[in-house]
């Protein structure tokens, strides 16, 4: 690994290990029920394993795209981290990464200030942040080679595969 890639390493492999928690966080907001609680865990373990996993995938989100607007093989606009479509690169896959941003985003505001707004639009904002995931799945197989071939390839069956496993668990306990 050289100078001139060691943007282009940080950005797939925090792309990666983003994809991971992100599907961790999803997959364990599906399963939770309404008291907010899982079998055998107390809900205070719940809720701060979801928001600690929530935030650390937003640095991992944060590192990625800062990583690749910094990697000098492509050029990459900084606003294309949070303005759909602004990329001359890769536009519809860098677009949905885009998207999936907004919506973090938004879910991370809303959440930050749920004392001061309206339960039910927070609550519709952060049901809106569950479209979010397969929005950066779809960015990710797209725009990354690496997720469309071996083990990686494998990787991102299993993380959709948990996302399903999940919506099938919480259909059944509904």
Not at 77 to 101: D, K, Q, T
Not at 144 to 168: E, N, T
């Amino acid at each position: 690994m050289s100078a001139s890639t060691a943007f282009w390493y940080a950005s797939r492999a925090t792309g990666i290990v983003a994809l991971l928690l992100l599907t961790a966080v999803l997959v364990l907001g599906i399963c939770v029920n309404r008291q907010g609680r899982l079998p055998g865990l107390p809900r205070f373990a719940v809720t701060s394993l979801h928001r600690n996993l929530s935030l650390l995938s937003v640095v991992f989100i944060a590192v990625h795209v800062l990583t690749a607007v910094l990697d000098t093989y492509v050029s990459i606009p900084v606003a294309a981290g949070v303005v759909p479509f602004a990329s001359g690169y890769e536009r519809l896959w860098l677009g949905l990464g885009a998207i999936s941003v907004d919506l973090t985003i938004a879910m991370i505001v809303t959440s930050l200030l749920r004392g001061r707004i309206n339960r039910v639009v927070w609550r519709v904002i952060h049901l809106r942040a569950y479209l979010s995931w397969p929005i950066a799945f779809a960015h990710s197989i797209g725009s990354s080679k690496d997720l469309q071939q071996g083990w990686l390839l494998g990787l991102a069956v299993a993380c959709a595969l948990l996302v399903a496993g999940a919506v099938i668990y919480r259909l059944a306990h509904a």
